[in-house]
């Protein structure tokens, strides 16, 4: 199985702050990289798709870009409801695999 | 709208068995492969196993191969997951997704999401 490492696990910024969040693969996966917000209670919601892909409905201020096993999910400009957990996904092979998540405290 | 919902999770004691169901609506449930994903009080997301719409058939996490089957009813827009021989390490709070499928039994991202249904194993 292909085994994700997300970098850092937690992080405090504050509103309007700059955030970029690390995904890297233990194998390559081409840009077969997806991003998913989790805020507390409930499901995930995907945000960007097959590594830069900006799902629809989801705002501009998020963005995604990588390729081969290093991957990053930025936030321009951190808002009050982008307090969550973030997760990477790789959908390289089967199984599809989860980083660990990366948890975006308010500062 | 799209909506899935999930129903069947319980307390059930080591050894047991339980099923899980997903209703869909709002698409055409036949066209999407399926996926159930969990995720432990506090941790992470965990695939656990998928269903193809393109008759690629059923795939399984190895942590659930043998014990948990999963099968869906497109006349009824209902996924199910059949969970055997329950260990307390399957606790989790289950998911079902819609699964982007660009070939037979390539599961590649989840979108949308249920709102999960409970499963506790203990005795």
């Known amino acids: 199985d292909i085994q994700m490492t997300q970098s850092p696990s937690s992080l405090s910024a504050s509103v309007g702050d700059r955030v970029t969040i690390t995904c890297r693969a233990s194998?390559?996966?081409?840009?077969?990289l997806n991003w998913y917000q989790q805020k507390a209670g409930k499901a995930p919601n995907l945000l960007i798709y097959?590594?830069?892909n900006l799902q629809s409905g989801v705002p501009s201020r998020f963005s995604g870009s990588g390729s081969g096993t290093d991957f990053t999910l930025t936030i321009s400009s951190l808002q009050p409801e982008d307090f969550a957990t973030y997760y990477c996904?790789?959908?390289?092979?089967?199984?599809?695999?989860f980083g660990q998540g990366t948890k975006v405290h308010i500062k | 709208e799209v909506q899935l919902l999930e129903s069947g999770g319980g307390l059930v004691q080591p050894g047991g068995s339980l099923r899980l169901s997903c209703a869909a609506s709002?698409?055409?449930?036949?066209?999407?492969?399926m996926s159930w994903v969990r995720q432990a009080q506090g941790k992470g997301l965990e695939w656990v196993s998928g269903?193809?719409?393109?008759?690629?058939?059923?795939h399984y996490a190895d942590s659930v191969k043998g014990r948990f089957t999963v099968s869906r009813d497109n006349s009824k827009n209902t996924l199910y997951l059949q969970m055997n021989s329950l260990r307390a390490e399957d606790t989790a709070l289950y998911y079902c997704a819609r699964t982007y499928e660009p070939s037979n039994g390539w599961f590649n991202w989840f979108d949308p999401w249920g709102q999960g249904t409970l499963v506790i194993v203990s005795s």
């Open positions: 097959a590594a830069s």
């Open positions: 194998h390559t996966i081409s840009s077969y």
């Open positions: 996904q790789q959908s390289y092979s089967t199984p599809p695999t």
């Open positions: 269903f193809s719409g393109s008759g690629a058939g059923p």
């Open positions: 709002g698409f055409t449930f036949s066209n999407y492969a």
